[in-house]
């Protein structure tokens, strides 16, 4: 399947894609309003980790046979026949049982009082994720690249 | 230069001013080498009239001095009898003059202004030549671009041995009637037609264009003409006229006669094949273009031509390599004929047995029989 | 630092409506500017530190950002301008020599734009280059007078070594410590792809860029920086650098913190250590050294690479370049006084030398005058800035042009000038690598490749308009252009007609 891939040779920090991915998920993706407007705006299913001069943004991986879908005591979390793997927020009860078995760290709690959590869905029905479409260095990637 | 001299007519002429123009040309030989008057080639150019504006006309003709073949025959233009003294003093001492005289003409309304025109049958002084370690075609060479550019007046309209230019203001068949060239028999002629966008003609700027037995008609215009100019003086020739033609003869006599390339070689040189076509040459044909690009790529005549070179053994006519300018070519028997237009060839053989337009950069090399090299003398 | 007499040079205006602290400025200035006060819970900036290079300008994603010149303006004083001010206020503090990066920027007049371009109108048609063939293929190396071709047609001299280029454009010599080793890598696959060359300028040839020899020509300047056997060997032409437009007179400098470990290998020098070539090659003190010299390396190479000797457009610049010529060089190549570098005094770098317009054609001249000139080839160096003025210096006589800054430019640097601070906010002039991986090689490439072929397209139709389908009839066609503004001295100089004569 066609996955986000980071290159962190390229990656120079700057967290756009975790603004952008915010934007990409937000009621009005508008960035201006995004930002201004929207108190109850999303949290960023994108992450950049950093040490030094290493970084790269990182998400769900998408695995083959993620443990979070395995864990999910409500069947919120599914994979599709993508294979991408999304939550089904109506089913969310923020157990948070799924971010305490992903091995990555890739599933976060959404922003404020809302108990449900967040993940990345590869921006589905969008050409290409946003954070890829918005990277100004090629450091994230949106391609297929076989079996991994 | 002969535009910094005093002149009665202000106006700009060759070598003031670098004047485009467009040309008829016409070329006929017999390639046994027999004989025959100038009446054809001055048939051949006038039903081509409407190239030409009258600013303009002119011929070589080869093989018509045999009595002084050994000689180079100088024709010469000059302003004034003053003009004319100076030059023959300079004459006398560096070379044998066996004969001067004045080239008979005939009185024609149309042509108007003629200066005073001469011919000599000169040989360069031997020990003179030996002195400046010259060939005696070296020393000829130097010495007309010498009187030409530094003797009021007076100008070189050629200087080839059996063998003549003979040109003028006005349009090419009544220089024809002019110089009674019907009373000449050579067996080869060029013939030219301008048509100068600007200036008054001038007779030294009408063509053809000569350097020994070299002599050319061209019609175009060079866009490359600064780069060629560039390159000759380098070999020390001066352009001094500003023009296509002379940087064309030049061109062939440094190829051919300087740097010894065979004829067509130095046709590939001026009319140069693209690099595409390089690329799909058989190895050894391509080792050979790739190295005339490289050497001789200031050589290239870029822009719209249409070439004819006489010499003593032969003619080559030529055109630019995407054939921007017209040039058709046709025999029969022994007869070689090469014009910018097929009406040209008709009028003068009305059944050619092939007649066929060249191909872009494709020379047409009218050989005379019996002659291996194109350089007169090495 | 303490008290400074210094105002900043910049302001940054952040609009408040558009700002919405997301802090990618703060992230990408490595000169200290942008600020996150956590208190405030806002971006804030610390202008005076600002060299106006636009990283945060391009990155910021509401467009909330404005740089602007400082709008402090000192007493009206035409001897006095600002920048005169400023740069001895610098010295006052600091003791030293002023440094500068790129080339000359002060106000001299650029003669390229006073030189305008011929096209073919009736007397000779123009030639379109989507329907016709239209040749800029370049040879550079030395050409015999003439050649002696068999009756057969075949070809009897030997031609020496050349540089094949698809069109009259190399990529100039920029040394890996001067530049990241990704921007060298650029140069590197765009002279690849394009079918043409870059320089490596004076600080050897890193390993991975062996696989691009071919279209490399390593450079050995004074300091002999990664000069051994296999790198003469494995380029397809060598360069002597004896001077640069930028700092004729001077040898390269690099501080010791941008030799790095992979630098210091590559230069083949001590880890940390200043790596400062000597002003002039200490076994070159006179034009007979030179010949020994190039022939050293002719003979270290197999006779097998074309030899070119780089200098700086200096007043004599005609006769060094003949010098030149008959020391055995194939190729001369002349960097003008706006030639950029990594670091030069400034003082130098913009007083010194002469412009490129004139030494092209002073140089040409005095080739033809000697009969030399279609013997050896002649590049051009120093503020090429588009494809006019590639088809300008061919017409004054270059054969081809070196372009460095543009290259750069087309990498992504907006010319801030700053490259001797080696913070380079875009990833080029700097050797940290949190910086350098600023540059993707690959975008870098992509955008080098564009602007190569978009010049290649734009000279085909500049040709095609004079009527001309080979680069090889531009060359030293100065019949082709017409000076405006430019005094009779001027014009003879550049050998060229005023404009309506």
């Known amino acids: 399947m066609k996955r986000i891939y980071a290159r962190e040779e390229y990656c120079v920090g700057c967290r756009l894609c975790e603004i952008f991915c915010v934007v990409g998920h937000s009621k009005s993706k508008d960035i201006i309003k995004t930002y201004k407007k929207e108190p109850d705006r999303p949290a960023p299913r994108v992450a950049v980790w950093e040490d030094g001069p290493l970084s790269f943004a990182f998400q769900c991986r998408h695995c083959d046979q993620p443990s979070c879908v395995e864990a999910c005591i409500t069947g919120a979390l599914s994979k599709n026949e993508e294979g991408t793997v999304l939550c089904n927020e109506d089913k969310c009860v923020g157990c948070w049982t799924c971010i305490t078995v992903c091995p990555f760290g890739a599933i976060q709690r959404e922003e404020g009082e809302k108990k449900k959590i967040v993940k990345c869905n590869l921006c589905s029905g969008e050409p290409e994720p946003y954070c890829v479409s918005h990277c100004p260095n090629r450091a994230i990637v949106y391609e297929e690249r076989g079996v991994e | ?378 | 630092m303490g008290f400074s007499m210094l105002a900043p040079e910049y302001r940054v205006d952040r609009d408040k409506d558009r700002c919405i602290d997301c802090k990618v400025c703060v992230t990408q200035c490595p000169y200290d500017v942008h600020y996150f006060d956590e208190e405030e819970e806002k971006v804030f900036a610390r202008e005076e530190n600002c060299v106006n290079c636009h990283r945060c300008v391009v990155l910021c994603p509401t467009r909330a950002l404005i740089i602007r010149k400082y709008p402090l303006e000192f007493r009206e004083n035409s001897a006095w301008k600002d920048i005169d001010i400023r740069q001895l206020q610098k010295q006052a503090e600091t003791g030293g020599i002023l440094l500068s990066g790129m080339g000359n920027p002060k106000p001299l007049p650029v003669f390229w734009d006073k030189i305008l371009l011929n096209a073919s109108q009736v007397t000779n048609p123009s030639i379109d280059p989507l329907r016709e063939p239209m040749e800029l293929k370049t040879f550079l190396g030395r050409k015999p007078e003439r050649l002696e071709i068999g009756c057969d047609g075949s070809l009897k001299t030997k031609i020496s070594p050349q540089l094949e280029l698809s069109a009259p454009v190399m990529f100039s010599a920029m040394s890996f410590g001067s530049i990241s080793l990704n921007a060298c890598r650029v140069l590197a696959e765009a002279a690849e792809q394009l079918g043409i060359y870059y320089n490596t300028g004076e600080g050897g040839l890193h390993q991975s860029l062996f696989k691009f020899a071919d279209h490399t020509v390593v450079q050995v300047a004074s300091g002999r920086f990664g000069v051994n056997s296999e790198y003469l060997k494995i380029g397809a032409g060598i360069e002597i650098k004896i001077g640069q437009g930028a700092k004729p007179g001077i040898g390269g400098h690099l501080p010791g913190e941008k030799v790095r470990e992979e630098v210091a290998a590559t230069r083949m020098i001590p880890l940390g250590t200043d790596a400062i070539s000597p002003a002039p090659h200490h076994d070159i003190y006179s034009i007979e050294d030179l010949r020994q010299l190039i022939f050293a390396l002719k003979e270290a190479s197999d006779y097998e690479k074309p030899v070119s000797v780089k200098i700086a457009a200096v007043h004599n610049v005609a006769a060094i370049a003949s010098g030149i010529a008959r020391a055995g060089a194939d190729i001369i190549t002349i960097d003008g006084f706006r030639g950029g570098t990594g670091a030069a005094p400034t003082r130098i770098r913009d007083n010194v030398g002469i412009p490129i317009e004139f030494a092209i054609s002073a140089v040409d001249n005095r080739l033809k005058e000697e009969g030399i000139r279609n013997q050896v080839s002649v590049v051009a160096a120093g503020s090429i800035r588009n494809s006019a003025d590639i088809v300008k210096a061919v017409a004054l006589g270059a054969d081809a042009v070196y372009i460095g800054t543009a290259a750069l430019l087309a990498m992504g640097c907006h010319l801030c000038r700053k490259c001797y601070m080696g913070k380079c906010s875009w990833g080029i002039a700097t050797q940290q690598p949190h910086l350098v991986k600023r540059l993707n090689p690959e975008i870098g490439r992509e955008r080098l490749v564009n602007l190569i072929t978009g010049w290649k397209h734009e000279i085909k139709e500049i040709l095609g308009g004079m009527g001309i389908n080979a680069i090889d009839s531009l060359r030293g066609n100065r019949h082709m252009l017409r000076g405006v503004d430019l005094s009779s001295r001027e014009l003879d100089i550049l050998g060229i007609k005023a404009a309506g004569e």
Request: aromatic content about 12%; charged content about 25%.
């Open chain 2, 1 to 378: 230069m002969w535009g910094s001299r005093k002149r009665l007519n202000r106006k700009p002429i060759e070598g003031d001013v670098r004047i485009p123009s467009g040309c008829a040309v016409s070329g006929i030989m017999n390639k046994k080498g027999k004989l025959f008057s100038g009446e054809t080639i001055i048939q051949s150019i006038s039903i081509m009239r409407d190239r030409s504006n009258g600013l303009g006309g002119g011929f070589a003709a080869y093989g018509i001095y045999p009595d002084y073949k050994d000689f180079y025959a100088l024709h010469m233009f000059f302003e004034s009898e003053e003009n004319q003294r100076e030059v023959e003093l300079y004459l006398k001492e560096n070379f044998l003059v066996e004969k001067g005289e004045r080239i008979p003409t005939r009185k024609v309304p149309v042509i108007l202004d003629s200066p005073i025109i001469y011919r000599y049958f000169i040989k360069p002084r031997a020990e003179i030549c030996e002195d400046v370690c010259m060939t005696p075609d070296e020393f000829m060479v130097r010495q007309v671009m010498f009187i030409n550019s530094s003797f009021e007046g007076a100008y070189v309209s050629s200087s080839g041995k059996n063998m003549g230019a003979f040109k003028g203001v006005g349009y090419p068949e009544d220089i024809g009637e002019f110089y009674d060239l019907e009373s000449y028999k050579g067996y080869l002629w060029t013939a030219h037609g301008r048509f100068p966008t600007n200036t008054p003609g001038w007779w030294g700027g009408a063509h053809p264009f000569t350097l020994l037995d070299w002599s050319v008609v061209h019609n175009g215009e060079i866009s490359s003409y600064g780069t060629n100019r560039r390159y000759l003086e380098e070999f020390e020739y001066e352009c001094s006229l500003q023009t296509d033609t002379e940087a064309a003869t030049y061109l062939f006599d440094m190829l051919l006669r300087r740097h010894r390339l065979p004829l067509e070689t130095a046709c590939q040189v001026l009319a140069p094949p693209f690099w595409e076509e390089i690329e799909r040459m058989p190895e050894k044909e391509k080792e050979t273009a790739r190295a005339l690009r490289m050497v001789y790529g200031k050589g290239l005549l870029n822009g719209p031509f249409s070439i004819i070179l006489g010499s003593t053994n032969g003619m080559v006519a030529i055109n630019d390599r995407i054939k921007l300018r017209p040039l058709v070519a046709a025999e029969q028997g022994d007869m070689l004929y090469v014009a910018s237009e097929e009406a040209a060839i008709i009028e003068v053989c009305a059944c050619p047995s092939k007649v066929w337009t060249p191909r872009a950069g494709q020379p047409v090399i009218g050989r005379l029989e019996e002659v291996d090299s194109w350089v007169s003398v090495c």
